[in-house]
């Protein structure tokens, strides 16, 4: 796709945590990108116009499959952050693409749930750390045939399979993510927040059984710079095959994982339970381990989310595209999570109020 004219990009999900943070970095990155995005509604076109008014709308849900069809079929690339689990939006942008005189390019968002198949079978939540690591390089061909019932797959499926009707595909499953967000409306992760807002409310921070689970994890914008490598590759025409003699970009290999490191969650409740009490938020720095129906009156996907092994390297992102995170570790971000956190729960107050002296 070799073009002296901006490229054009069709994208779903603007207004939420993953895509928000790329429309910032994107925009900031390359102002001379077309984007047009789809948003459900005007309150959320709003949030988008006010700060990126070059920002084409188009209005429509996920379930707005001739909408989305058709700017795709006018887009150079669609970045998909909506909704890893959305077939019909998902087979949508592909009958779009394919309906090109050369099939477009396609950056899809997936995530880690999807290798948490074996603890979700065997419900050993918090129980064990799993030795199965999975990698995006050499063991490629068994992260795309991963088994039907693994969380994301119905449509990892959808988009490998555009890859073999000539799609320049690329899946992109990023594991825990943290940070906070710099898009226009959600900037909200999910793990972790929703890890420092049940600490904060019990005066504990609850652990999945014994915690000794692992996952992966990545600073939200250097998944963001990890998208944005991608979109300069399409820019410069891309490849299906080889590329300057590395693995492929694109296609049926092009599956990134994204990651800084891993972290074991029984730890991750310990530094959280350490902060909180250091704030003040909770009285003591206790950890306690809960059970799985326990765990599940606090969130229904807590189990899965603080208990389950998701274990993967990101070797292609690292060797293809040069990527490296850059942005602070896990455990450097516990302390500003839950600050903003205690201040959504009304449990600190803000500078202004303290400068005037309110108790």
Same mark, same amino acid.
């Given at each position: 796709?070799?073009?002296?004219? *901006?490229?054009?990009?069709?994208?779903?999900? $603007?207004?939420?945590?993953?895509?928000?943070?790329?429309?910032?970095?994107?925009?900031?990155?390359?102002?001379?990108?077309?984007?047009?995005?789809?948003?459900?509604?005007?309150?959320?076109?709003?949030?988008?116009?006010?700060?990126?008014?070059?920002?084409? @709308?188009?209005? %429509?849900?996920?379930?707005?499959?001739?909408?989305?069809?058709?700017?795709?079929?006018?887009?150079?690339?669609? &970045?998909?952050?909506?909704?890893?689990?959305?077939?019909?939006?998902?087979?949508?942008?592909?009958?779009? !693409?394919?309906?090109?005189?050369?099939?477009?390019?396609?950056?899809?968002?997936?995530?880690?749930?999807? !290798?948490?198949?074996?603890?979700?079978?065997?419900?050993?939540?918090?129980?064990?750390?799993?030795?199965?690591?999975?990698?995006?390089?050499?063991?490629?061909?068994?992260?795309?045939? $991963? *088994?039907?019932?693994?969380?994301?797959?119905?449509?990892? /499926?959808?988009? !490998?399979?555009?890859?073999? /009707? +000539?799609?320049?595909?690329?899946?992109? &499953?990023?594991?825990?993510?943290?940070?906070?967000?710099?898009?226009?409306?959600?900037?909200?992760?999910?793990? @972790?927040?929703?890890?420092?807002?049940?600490?904060?409310?019990?005066?504990?921070?609850?652990?999945?059984?014994? +915690?000794?689970?692992?996952?992966?994890?990545?600073?939200?914008?250097?998944?963001?710079?990890?998208?944005?490598?991608?979109?300069?590759?399409?820019?410069? +025409?891309?490849?299906?095959?080889?590329?300057?003699?590395?693995?492929?970009?694109?296609?049926?290999?092009?599956?990134?994982? &994204?990651?800084?490191?891993?972290?074991?969650?029984?730890?991750?409740?310990?530094?959280?339970?350490?902060?909180?009490?250091?704030? %003040?938020?909770?009285?003591?720095?206790?950890?306690?381990?809960?059970?799985?129906?326990?765990?599940?009156?606090?969130?229904?996907? %807590?189990?899965?989310?603080?208990?389950?092994?998701?274990?993967?390297?990101?070797?292609?992102?690292?060797?293809?595209?040069?990527?490296?995170?850059?942005?602070?570790?896990?455990?450097?971000?516990?302390?500003?999570?839950?600050?903003?956190?205690?201040?959504?729960?009304?449990?600190?107050?803000?500078?202004?109020?303290?400068?005037?002296?309110?108790?």
């Amino acid at each position: 796709m070799t073009t002296t004219s *901006p490229i054009k990009i069709f994208a779903t999900g $603007l207004t939420g945590y993953i895509g928000g943070d790329w429309l910032h970095a994107i925009t900031q990155t390359h102002p001379e990108y077309q984007i047009t995005a789809l948003v459900r509604n005007s309150d959320k076109g709003a949030k988008i116009a006010q700060q990126y008014p070059k920002v084409k @709308l188009v209005y %429509g849900d996920l379930d707005s499959e001739d909408v989305i069809e058709a700017e795709s079929r006018g887009a150079d690339v669609v &970045c998909h952050f909506a909704h890893a689990d959305h077939e019909a939006s998902a087979n949508a942008i592909v009958r779009g !693409l394919t309906a090109k005189e050369k099939p477009g390019f396609l950056i899809h968002t997936s995530g880690t749930g999807i !290798l948490l198949f074996e603890d979700l079978r065997a419900k050993t939540f918090g129980q064990a750390f799993r030795e199965k690591v999975y990698d995006d390089l050499e063991g490629v061909k068994e992260v795309t045939s $991963l *088994p039907d019932d693994a969380i994301h797959r119905n449509v990892d /499926k959808i988009v !490998l399979a555009a890859a073999k /009707k +000539g799609v320049n595909t690329a899946i992109v &499953c990023p594991p825990t993510i943290y940070g906070i967000g710099r898009g226009p409306d959600n900037t909200r992760s999910m793990q @972790l927040p929703w890890l420092c807002e049940a600490t904060i409310e019990r005066g504990y921070a609850p652990r999945v059984n014994a +915690g000794k689970t692992y996952w992966g994890n990545v600073h939200v914008h250097d998944l963001s710079d990890l998208y944005i490598k991608l979109l300069e590759q399409a820019a410069a +025409g891309g490849a299906t095959a080889e590329w300057n003699g590395k693995p492929a970009v694109w296609g049926e290999e092009g599956y990134y994982f &994204c990651e800084n490191g891993e972290h074991v969650w029984g730890e991750v409740s310990q530094w959280v339970a350490d902060e909180a009490a250091k704030q %003040g938020l909770i009285e003591k720095n206790e950890v306690r381990g809960l059970s799985d129906e326990e765990v599940s009156k606090i969130s229904p996907y %807590g189990p899965a989310l603080w208990g389950a092994n998701s274990r993967a390297r990101a070797k292609r992102a690292r060797k293809v595209l040069g990527w490296e995170p850059k942005a602070p570790s896990l455990k450097e971000e516990v302390k500003s999570t839950l600050e903003v956190e205690a201040k959504r729960l009304g449990k600190t107050k803000g500078h202004a109020a303290v400068a005037a002296g309110e108790k």
